[in-house]
């Protein structure tokens, strides 16, 4: 039997990336699973890291969402009842070696949360079996409870509508119903479709209920892809690099809002394929890209983590609280006329 005293565990898994130049040959070959980098692809890559600052800046936000919900999961003053711990999927802490710290130090119970808010067989579940590696190395016997998704979590949906509202309010008052809004999300290769991945509807969904509640009309709005990998194979489109110019030209948008919705923080595929890369696309046809934060350490989305971790610990009946995680699946919607992807 577990001890109801000892803190349940709460694994926050991210991405990961490199902390400096020297460390993108090693990350590389992770994502890559050890297949060679050609130099062109490594000296590219390298560069769109030099352009954003020589680092990722995704292990500092992580680390301030992790403290954003543990401080609503252990209220000051009173006995922690959780205990956080970060492993990344792609780069150190390693999931498995923080599965390892886990089991030293005696945790029994603990909830698993991506920090990607849609499943798909090639992200979340990737990370899930990283956890199940974890205790087949070091050998322990944790009871893991997953969040597999949110992605139409009610916080989630308001945190970026109000993200969409402040980019859209950027532009002056006269000449916002003009401005065309594109969410996107990380591509992947259209196989995925085939295969049954609820990846696409889930985006699809989270999308529709962002320009509903960021009042959009339907042809203020459409769907994008981006960052597809450097594979042969086709990825899911458009890309966003594509989708603007053609927005500029079939339709005569001049003004673009450009959210990422699959991602949670700011990192190299915002930081480089939108800011810089959809920028030169969209300056080169005298198109205006506004492009509003990630949500980073953003109030509503750190307490959905919390609520999320909470709702899932007790619904294994580990916590007595009434509060339950509102990631239940939605019905898929339909997309804008045009925006549908290849299967
Ligand atoms: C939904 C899936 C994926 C998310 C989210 C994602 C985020 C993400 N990716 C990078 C950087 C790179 N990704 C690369 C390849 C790659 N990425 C995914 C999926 C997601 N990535 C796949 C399926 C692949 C292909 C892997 C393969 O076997 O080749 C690469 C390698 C170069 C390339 O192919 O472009 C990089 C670099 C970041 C920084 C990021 C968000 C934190
Ligand atoms: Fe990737
Ligand atoms: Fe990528």
Redesign the pocket.
Known sequence: MPDPQKPIGVLFM????PESLDEIPG??SD???G?P?TTA?LDE?TNNYRQIGGK?P?MGLTKAQVEGAMAQLNPPGEPERFKAYLGMR?WSPWIEETVGQMIDDGIERAVAIVL?P?F?S??IAKYQAKIQAGLELYRGDIDFATVDAYYDADLLIEAFAARVREAVEQFPEDERDDVHVVLS??S??VRILREGDP?QDQLWTTARLIAERAGLREDQWSWSYQ?????PEPWLGPQLEDHIPTLHEERGVDKVVSLAI??V?D???ILYDIDIEAQKAAKAMGVTLVRPPSLNDDARFTRLLAELVEGRAAEEGWIDSDVRAASAGAPSMPMPEGTASPV
């Open positions: 991210a991405y990961g990336g990350y590389l994502i890559r699973h297949r980098t692809v890559i990722s995704i792609h990607a849609h798909s090639m992200s999300a990380h992947l290769p990846y960052s597809e990998g450097r594979s699959g991602f923080s990192h190299v595929e």
